[in-house]
Every structure is written in C-alpha cells, then in structure tokens.
C-alpha cells in the first residue's frame, strides 16, 4: 500500500512539534482556585485520553484556558525526518492551527521540506471536515490514494483521512496517542510511536 504513496501530509501539533508544556500550562491555569492538584488533575486528564476523550479538561468541569503557543517546541527528530522524507516524497501539512502556520514552520526549521501547508485559520475549515483534506489534495493534485495523512488523534486526523481515501498512519504521541480505535474508521493501516519509527516505516 505504501509503494503507491507520492504525498505525506502531517498534522502539527503532537505530530512534528512537542506540545507537552503547554498543555502542562495550561492544566495549571485551569486547576486555580479549584482545589484540584496538578497531579490529580494530570492522572484524570490521562485516563479521559485513554477512554478517548480528545478534550479532557472540559469533561473533568476545567475552564479551557489560553494556549501558549510560546511553550511549544518543535521536536528534535523533526527536522531529520522531513529532510530525509522530502527527497522521497512530497510533504504537506493538514492542520488546525491559528493563523502563521508557515511562519511558525520557518522559525521551526521545517518550511524547507514542506510542499503546501493547509490550515484551517487560512482556509476557514477545520479537521475533521473533509473539505480540508479535498481542499488539500487538490491543490496537491495528488489523488487520495496515492497520499498518506500522519496524525496523532484519531477523531480529528485517521477517521477523517479514511473517508477521504487516504491512507493513515497514528503518530502515537501526545494525549491523542493514549486513545484506542474503536471503529473500523478509526483504525490506522499502520501505527507508529515515533518520528524515528516513521522514518523505519516509510524509507
């Protein structure tokens, strides 16, 4: 199935950056003047995300509070794999994120290695509407079987992708990694733990 992929496209969050300190930030933002500890409020956090919960903290009754974007890091293998991918596919980005998403991919080191980037700030849809999965494989001009969607939720990135066409990989990284499939939509061709597996998998 792989052998007919020409286009990758990646999620950002959990995906290619690290988002643990500020989901950390906010979770302490949200637990003041609650009388819940951080940690409690980490432990039932994770168990929603392993019962597949992609917002937690609004099921345990928690404000959603600002993101801090400033908190966010691309992760250290980020750079490598996309270096290495694009010399054998094209890249892409699929993506909810607030608007700047290329700038923030240039200040990552990533904008090099990215063919097209599809947000929704830019596109006034968001994951998991199909229309931006179409709206990027059309601009791509990349048929949905010859192209794979890499993400780490479920909800947002594998079950949409599927009906799309595309084929999916599960980044199992962040609170959308801790979940299980649950549906057939929802289950990955191929599910991997790491920038570094998907580089094992895809080369």
């Not at 959990?14 to 988002?19: G, I, K, Y």
């Not at 993506?95 to 990552?108: D, F, I, L, V």
């Not at 992708?161 to 990284?173: D, E, F, N, S, V």
Request: with cysteine; glycine share 8%; net charge negative.
């Amino acid at each position: 199935m792989l052998q007919n992929i020409k286009w990758l496209f990646f999620d950002v969050g959990s995906t290619l950056v690290d988002e643990s300190r500020a989901n950390e930030h906010r979770i302490r933002d949200a637990i003041i003047g609650t009388g819940i500890s951080y940690d409690e409020a980490c432990e039932r956090a994770v168990l929603l995300a392993r019962q597949n919960n992609a917002h937690p903290l609004k099921s345990l009754g928690l404000p959603l509070t600002p993101w801090h974007s400033e908190d966010e890091a691309v992760y250290p293998q980020a750079r490598e794999c996309l270096s290495v991918l694009h010399g054998r596919y094209k890249l892409g980005i699929i993506a909810n994120q607030s608007p700047g998403t290329a700038e923030r991919m240039e200040k990552y080191g990533l904008l090099p290695y990215l063919d097209l980037i599809v947000a929704s700030a830019e596109e006034g849809v968001a994951k998991p509407d199909l229309r931006i999965f179409r709206i990027a494989l059309e601009r791509a001009g990349c048929p949905p079987e010859n192209a794979a969607m890499i993400g780490d939720r479920l909800d947002n990135d594998i079950a949409p992708a599927k009906r799309a066409g595309m084929t999916t990989i599960w980044l199992r990284q962040g609170f959308g990694g801790m979940a299980s499939p649950r549906t057939p939509e929802e289950t990955p061709e191929h599910c991997v733990n790491s920038l570094c597996d998907l580089l094992t998998l895809l080369c």
